[in-house]
């Protein structure tokens, strides 16, 4: 499986393949890691990475991860080619992924977006989720404000 992610503006990939029961191998950019997992939990990982113990929380949602690693929190998206069928599918109603609170709403009814803007900021785990416009439109209405608790599933904002 691959993944991509994004630090101070810099995709980077991540290949991940299964070696056996709980072993991976994983390569971040052009380096490897021989890397064991444990699940002792839903959402919860116990690591070994190059022999070194860490522990990592994780959600997920179609072809997302959220990874949380100490206070470094990381997201994930599967590259499959599947991103414009996860836009279409989103097109209209954009939903929390996870329950969480609003930090910011950053547009308002009637606003024009282009697709990859920030609309909501939701904290979730420790974690900054960025709710973004899957492709070019109009704001239709907007269903939540900062301070809001949310649900997964709950609409946050509609676009036309």
Known sequence: MEFRY?????IHTVRVEREGEG????????RTYAVEAHRPEHGRLHLSIEGR?????????GARRYVAFGARPYVLEQSRGRRRARAAAHEGSLEAQMPGQVVAVLVEEGQEVEAG?????????KMELRVIAPTAGRVRAVFCQPGDV???????????
């Open 23 to 30: 072993r991976y191998r994983v390569t971040v950019g052009d």
């Open 6 to 10: 994004e630090v101070n503006g810099e």
């Open 150 to 160: 949310v649900e997964r599933g709950q609409r946050l904002v509609e676009l036309a």
């Open 53 to 61: 113990r860490c522990r990592a929380y994780v959600a997920r949602e």
């Open 117 to 125: 803007q920030t609309l909501v900021v939701l904290e979730a785990m």
